[in-house]
């Protein structure tokens, strides 16, 4: 099958109904030039750190990226934000193209995605007061006058939980919580469609994860928000997702509902993932087997022919097709999606 | 399976306190403790940020540095008590009998000098006389222990040609190197990725109990807790609040705290469609403790209750003859009967 062949048909197969989804990501690559390789360090080598991937997420759901250090997850939500652009693929928001939008053009989509960052010690500038910092965003997209904007500013703040009193405090005053819920606000206030949450919780303790949970299914329900879900911890990602799809070193490795994904994988990386994550009850029965890899990650840079994960893989490592040909994504049955030559093969009930 | 009898006390801490100096006053981050490590026992110490459980670890080794100090008790380690140690006597403690790892091994290995050098280092320290040669050879054979490939050869590079996870497992090496009594982890893994993670536990696991060497993990991580502890201590603002077995801890808590706990952390065998439990509120801050229990406002039992309020619950023994709960809460014992 030639490549265009198959990129559209895994392009028809992703968008079931045009309108029912919000982002699509077609065939998006990203590569970063490193300098310093080879003789006198004048060689330039590329690092491919998104390698061809293509998924859509539909209004109103919870779509999370799942994936270890190296898999570009963060690099992907640059490139749909626009933060940085990418070297070849496409990023669909409500229809629209962004990568072939003018700079005044883009700014009209820019308000209706965000994005909420993972640290909320460092992404709150100290010095701004957090009435500013929510209020910020308004001024930049030139957006209603002082008082109307005061007034919005408050108003959401107060649905996350921050009281009018502490309007006038700096970041340093509050928790990691609490810097969180102001991130939240800040990530509202200019009412976007698509939030694009990079790890909100991971450095968050257990009890304020949960809050930081709930608060963010409560208003996702009230404000029929779009999230696309950035996450390495899996349990939370089976706690808050409605489909996932699993990164690995830049590619697709498998993408599924929810339900398919955790009980069902068929990926040995996914099924590895699964069995790595460490249960919080002694007394489960959910993990039969612990499959440990051996070596490290490779970075991905120049990588050889075939698949990316064969190198670690317990299914295909010294495997001649794996070794020989990069696995295409394909749908084995409707709504899951997996690249690999031997699916299913590996079973953590032996 | 606790208290297995005191021969068996490896370590014994004893009303242990940490206070740190501010303009405002002296504030406890560590409030009179006490628990007992038995030999090749595996201990966690879970709680949240601000509850006390690195200042413990780094107590237990006298490495609290000024405008920190410990202002009461004991530590007795095989009889000894090295809370009257001199600092050079706890050097021979350090790395020998008790060792440490921390969470980010990028900070704590010598980015200068070869990781061959550093694991030789700790073993001549430690055991004078050792000729160079012999020191290597065991350098090598603690690499191959902790599964880098190519041990012989890796013993030459610098720590940043090794990868997060290896880099992880060199320490372990390290601290394993001189055949401690007592190897204490303070998040070890919070850094690494799942797979790394589970890496690195399996080897930790491995070694330690080749060696018989007991373990104190410090984590947030309660799954890490149900794979690897047997014994659970839960620390909140500054106090062990409940000390119990792994099982007991995880399927009928005492404390009011260890329930709320033990209850907001996702857990897949009991995805519920609705909202995670949640603990209202935040742990309070050292410089802001109230007179009675720290735990008074946010405590679905406790809040409001006078007592709660006013006095410091006391250390109450739980047993039923099979296992023992130490719970430090007004209602222990109401709540123990209860469950009977």
Not at chain 1, 18 to 41: A, H, I, P, T
């Given at each position: 099958?030639?490549?265009?062949?198959?990129?559209?048909?895994?392009?028809?197969?992703?968008?079931?109904?045009?309108?029912?989804?919000?982002?699509?990501?077609?065939?998006?690559?990203?590569?970063?030039?490193?300098?310093?390789?080879?003789?006198?360090?004048?060689?330039?080598?590329?690092l491919r750190?998104?390698?061809?991937?293509?998924?859509?997420v539909?209004?109103?759901?919870t779509?999370?990226?799942?994936?270890?250090?190296?898999?570009?997850?963060?690099?992907?939500?640059?490139?749909?934000?626009?933060?940085?652009?990418?070297t070849?693929?496409?990023?669909?928001?409500?229809?629209?193209?962004?990568?072939?939008?003018?700079y005044?053009?883009?700014?009209?989509?820019r308000?209706r995605?965000?994005?909420?960052?993972?640290d909320?010690?460092?992404s709150?500038?100290p010095?701004?007061?957090?009435?500013?910092?929510?209020?910020?965003?308004?001024?930049?997209?030139?957006?209603?006058?002082?008082?109307?904007?005061?007034d919005?500013v408050e108003?959401?703040?107060?649905?996350v939980?921050?009281?009018?009193?502490?309007?006038?405090?700096?970041?340093?005053?509050?928790?990691?919580?609490?810097?969180?819920?102001?991130g939240?606000?800040?990530?509202?206030?200019?009412?976007p469609?698509?939030?694009?949450?990079?790890?909100?919780?991971?450095?968050?303790?257990?009890?304020i994860?949960?809050?930081?949970?709930?608060?963010?299914?409560k208003i996702?329900?009230?404000r029929?928000?779009?999230?696309?879900f950035?996450?390495?911890?899996?349990?939370?990602?089976?706690?808050?997702?409605?489909?996932?799809?699993?990164?690995?070193?830049?590619?697709?490795?498998?993408?599924?509902?929810?339900?398919?994904?955790?009980?069902?994988p068929?990926?040995?990386y996914?099924?590895?993932?699964?069995?790595a994550?460490p249960?919080?009850d002694?007394a489960?029965k959910?993990?039969?087997?612990?499959?440990?890899?051996?070596g490290?990650?490779?970075?991905?840079?120049?990588?050889?022919v075939?698949?990316?994960f064969?190198?670690?893989?317990?299914?295909g490592?010294?495997?001649?097709?794996?070794?020989?040909e990069?696995?295409?994504?394909?749908?084995?049955?409707?709504?899951?999606?997996?690249?690999?030559?031997?699916?299913?093969?590996?079973?953590?009930?032996? | 399976m606790?208290e297995?009898?005191?021969?068996?006390?490896?370590?014994?801490?004893?009303?242990?306190t940490v206070?740190f100096?501010?303009?405002?006053?002296?504030?406890p981050?560590?409030?009179?403790?006490?628990?007992?490590?038995?030999?090749?026992?595996?201990?966690?110490?879970?709680g949240?940020?601000?509850?006390?459980?690195s200042?413990?670890?780094?107590a237990?080794?006298?490495?609290?540095?000024?405008?920190g100090?410990?202002?009461?008790?004991?530590t007795?380690?095989?009889?000894?008590?090295?809370?009257?140690?001199?600092?050079r006597?706890?050097?021979?403690?350090?790395?020998?009998?008790?060792?440490?790892?921390?969470?980010?091994?990028?900070?704590?290995?010598?980015?200068?000098?070869t990781?061959?050098?550093q694991i030789?280092?700790?073993?001549?320290?430690?055991?004078?006389?050792?000729?160079?040669?012999?020191?290597?050879?065991?350098?090598?054979?603690?690499?191959?222990?902790?599964?880098?490939?190519?041990?012989?050869?890796?013993?030459?590079?610098?720590?940043?040609?090794?990868?997060?996870?290896?880099r992880?497992?060199?320490?372990?090496?390290i601290?394993?190197?001189?055949?401690?009594?007592i190897?204490?982890?303070?998040?070890?893994?919070?850094?690494?990725?799942?797979?790394?993670?589970?890496?690195v536990l399996?080897?930790?696991?491995?070694?330690?109990?080749e060696?018989?060497?007991?373990?104190?993990?410090?984590?947030?991580?309660?799954?890490?807790?149900?794979?690897?502890?047997?014994k659970?201590?839960?620390?909140?603002?500054?106090?062990?609040?409940?000390?119990?077995?792994k099982?007991?801890?995880?399927?009928?808590?005492?404390?009011?705290?260890?329930?709320?706990?033990i209850?907001?952390?996702?857990?897949?065998?009991?995805?519920?469609?609705g909202?995670?439990?949640?603990?209202?509120?935040?742990p309070?801050?050292?410089?802001?403790?109230?007179?009675?229990?720290?735990?008074?406002?946010?405590?679905?039992?406790?809040?409001?209750?006078?007592i709660?309020?006013?006095?410091?619950?006391?250390r109450?023994?739980?047993?039923?003859?099979?296992?023992?709960?130490?719970?430090?809460?007004?209602?222990?014992?109401?709540?123990?009967?209860?469950k009977?």
């Amino acid at each position: 099958m030639s490549e265009n062949q198959h990129t559209k048909e895994l392009s028809q197969g992703l968008r079931g109904g045009e309108d029912l989804y919000l982002l699509w990501v077609n065939e998006l690559v990203k590569d970063f030039s490193l300098r310093g390789g080879g003789f006198l360090g004048l060689k330039e080598e590329r690092l491919r750190a998104v390698d061809g991937v293509s998924f859509d997420v539909k209004k109103g759901e919870t779509f999370g990226l799942v994936g270890e250090s190296g898999c570009g997850k963060s690099t992907i939500a640059r490139c749909i934000l626009q933060l940085t652009k990418p070297t070849a693929g496409e990023v669909y928001l409500d229809g629209t193209n962004l990568i072939e939008l003018e700079y005044k053009e883009l700014q009209a989509f820019r308000r209706r995605m965000q994005i909420v960052f993972q640290d909320p010690y460092s992404s709150l500038d100290p010095r701004m007061t957090i009435k500013s910092a929510v209020e910020e965003p308004l001024i930049v997209h030139k957006l209603g006058e002082k008082q109307e904007r005061m007034d919005r500013v408050e108003q959401i703040l107060f649905q996350v939980g921050i009281t009018p009193d502490q309007l006038e405090r700096k970041p340093h005053e509050f928790s990691g919580g609490q810097r969180q819920r102001i991130g939240i606000a800040r990530s509202l206030i200019l009412e976007p469609d698509l939030v694009i949450l990079d790890e909100p919780v991971s450095a968050l303790d257990v009890s304020i994860q949960a809050q930081i949970l709930n608060l963010l299914k409560k208003i996702q329900r009230r404000r029929e928000l779009t999230y696309l879900f950035i996450i390495h911890d899996l349990i939370v990602a089976e706690y808050f997702c409605d489909r996932l799809a699993v990164l690995y070193l830049g590619a697709v490795m498998e993408l599924a509902n929810r339900d398919t994904l955790f009980h069902k994988p068929l990926h040995p990386y996914t099924i590895t993932l699964l069995s790595a994550v460490p249960i919080p009850d002694p007394a489960s029965k959910l993990k039969k087997k612990q499959i440990i890899l051996k070596g490290d990650p490779e970075i991905a840079v120049d990588r050889p022919v075939g698949c990316r994960f064969q190198p670690r893989c317990p299914v295909g490592n010294d495997r001649e097709l794996c070794k020989a040909e990069e696995p295409a994504l394909a749908e084995l049955e409707p709504g899951h999606w997996v690249s690999c030559h031997y699916p299913g093969e590996l079973s953590l009930t032996d | 399976m606790m208290e297995a009898g005191r021969d068996n006390v490896l370590l014994s801490v004893n009303n242990l306190t940490v206070e740190f100096a501010t303009r405002e006053g002296d504030f406890p981050a560590v409030r009179d403790i006490n628990f007992d490590i038995d030999r090749s026992q595996k201990v966690g110490i879970v709680g949240e940020s601000g509850c006390g459980k690195s200042v413990t670890a780094l107590a237990i080794l006298r490495l609290i540095e000024p405008p920190g100090r410990i202002t009461s008790g004991t530590t007795i380690l095989k009889g000894r008590d090295i809370s009257t140690f001199s600092d050079r006597e706890m050097q021979s403690i350090r790395g020998k009998e008790i060792s440490l790892i921390f969470q980010d091994p990028l900070t704590s290995l010598d980015p200068v000098m070869t990781i061959g050098k550093q694991i030789t280092e700790i073993i001549k320290k430690h055991q004078k006389g050792i000729s160079s040669r012999d020191a290597k050879d065991k350098a090598v054979e603690l690499l191959r222990d902790v599964e880098v490939p190519n041990a012989e050869k890796r013993l030459g590079d610098y720590p940043h040609q090794y990868s997060g996870g290896m880099r992880q497992r060199v320490m372990i090496a390290i601290a394993l190197a001189n055949d401690p009594d007592i190897l204490i982890a303070d998040e070890p893994t919070t850094a690494l990725d799942v797979t790394t993670q589970a890496q690195v536990l399996h080897i930790l696991e491995k070694l330690v109990d080749e060696r018989q060497t007991a373990v104190i993990l410090i984590t947030h991580n309660f799954g890490l807790v149900a794979e690897f502890c047997d014994k659970v201590l839960v620390m909140y603002a500054g106090k062990i609040v409940e000390q119990a077995s792994k099982h007991q801890i995880f399927s009928s808590q005492n404390h009011p705290y260890t329930e709320a706990l033990i209850k907001s952390v996702p857990n897949p065998e009991i995805l519920e469609a609705g909202d995670l439990p949640t603990i209202p509120g935040i742990p309070p801050s050292i410089v802001d403790l109230p007179p009675g229990c720290a735990f008074e406002p946010r405590c679905p039992l406790g809040n409001g209750v006078d007592i709660c309020k006013q006095v410091i619950p006391p250390r109450v023994q739980l047993s039923d003859g099979r296992s023992l709960v130490i719970s430090e809460c007004h209602f222990a014992q109401d709540r123990w009967n209860q469950k009977e």
